[in-house]
């Protein structure tokens, strides 16, 4: 009884992975899977659904399982050298090597936040008919206000709140279509390769990993208790980074499958073929009512918004860690960065007649920017000298540089087959 008494008093029992624990670090994962879900990876989805029904939902769950294993990584340098992805290229890699790189990042988050406004701006469209060059106007100054005028802990929460909207929306919708589930179910593990539907595939494995996110996630990943220091506070964080980018990435193949299936349910039954995001809506209606097609609109244009917030900031990251510095929106440097990628990628879409091609476009800029990104990545968190005991084991950085490869060479073959 004593013994029990007084292994009650204790206050140094090991601290075990709770509920409450794993709450309070679920936030970084989600904001990057707003890359996940943005305007690009809608295109990709729906034409993937309209043409192919449930036959290219596989395509989903391999690009997730890519996509954890890379942010995962990527995630570890920032916890255990306390730098970005930016930061610790210009400060391991060979300088002729590590600056050129992230001067390339910064141009593919141009492209990026060029694509996430068009999204805004086709979504405002959508809704309210407003012009293309106006509503990528409004899209880009709701954006700088929130990034200047919130805190981190404000932009995370309202992020959350887009990415529970969006699911949410695609939840109602497929309320309202009938889909055969064990089918589905099948198509979602079991790859098969349609004819004419390699372009397809292609276009949405490569829409997944992009190069702002894995900037990204290194540098918000950091956000929680970075105060505390040594092997204890290593080991705590990276226990619950994996929780925190599992159940994001989850979060965000349910939302991509969700696309497909709307899709599929929607449009391939009846034989319609969607390339473009405004004739989706148009084809909702009515089928399925104005309910679920403004619902539709509303779900983008929460897309358009958080995806540009987020690649705002990987931009102001970026660009930081080219000057040694960290995120900070309030700092200058963050600041030029911000405004470097947003305003290039607003001036941009006042030249782009046909919005969709855009689209198109910038996913081929990021294609051509990707590879140099994840084989840097790689090899910094494969280095003994870059994370010492925490580097990749052997048969880690095979399959990272495996990873890396695929990515490179799907990516490149779609750039090849889009000219």
Not at 107 to 136: D, H, N, W, Y
Not at 390 to 414: D, E, H, M, Q
Request: charged share 10%; glycine share 8%; with cysteine.
């Amino acid at each position: 009884m004593k013994n029990i008494i007084k292994e009650l008093k204790r206050k140094d029992h090991p601290h075990v992975l709770g509920a409450f624990d794993i709450f309070k670090y679920i936030g970084p994962g989600l904001l990057v899977t707003v890359g996940f879900i943005d305007p690009g990876n809608w295109a990709s989805n729906f034409a993937a659904g309209s043409e192919f029904g449930y036959a290219l939902l596989w395509v989903v769950t391999l690009s997730t399982i890519m996509l954890i294993a890379l942010q995962h990584n990527v995630a570890h340098l920032g916890i255990v050298t306390g730098l970005c992805l930016s930061e610790a290229a210009v400060k391991f890699a060979p300088r002729w090597l590590g600056r050129p790189i992230v001067v390339t990042a910064i141009l593919a988050s141009i492209s990026t936040s060029l694509a996430e406004i068009l999204g805004g701006a086709i979504a405002l469209q959508m809704l309210f008919g407003i012009p293309i060059p106006a509503g990528s106007v409004l899209t880009t100054a709701a954006v700088l206000i929130m990034l200047f005028t919130n805190s981190y802990a404000k932009m995370e929460r309202a992020i959350i709140g887009f990415v529970s909207m969006i699911g949410l929306s695609f939840v109602y919708e497929l309320f309202l279509v009938d889909i055969d589930w064990p089918a589905a179910m099948r198509s979602a593990v079991v790859p098969s390769v349609p004819e004419g539907s390699l372009l397809i595939i292609m276009s949405v494995l490569g829409a997944v990993v992009m190069p702002h996110n894995l900037f990204l996630h290194s540098e918000i990943v950091q956000s929680r208790e970075i105060h505390l220091k040594g092997d204890a506070r290593i080991r705590y964080m990276l226990k619950y980074e994996f929780i925190d980018t599992l159940f994001s990435m989850i979060v965000g193949w349910a939302i991509n499958s969700a696309m497909i299936l709307l899709a599929a349910s929607a449009f391939f039954t009846h034989g319609q073929h969607v390339d473009e995001l405004s004739q989706a809506q148009a084809m909702l209606q009515p089928l399925l009512g104005d309910n679920a097609a403004n619902i539709f609109a509303i779900a983008l244009l929460l897309a358009g918004i958080s995806s540009t917030i987020t690649s705002g900031m990987a931009a102001g990251s970026i660009f930081s860690g080219l000057f040694g510095e960290s995120y900070n929106a309030r700092d200058t440097h963050s600041i030029v960065g911000i405004v470097l990628s947003l305003g290039i990628a607003l001036l941009l879409i006042f030249f782009i007649g046909d919005p969709f091609r855009g689209l198109i476009i910038s996913q081929m800029v990021l294609s051509v920017q990707l590879p140099l990104t994840v084989f840097l990545q790689v090899s910094l968190t494969s280095s003994k000298r870059v994370m010492g005991k925490y580097a990749n084991r052997p048969w880690n950085t095979v399959f990272l540089y495996s990873l890396a490869a695929i990515v490179t060479a799907l990516n490149v073959w779609l750039l090849i087959e889009s000219l």
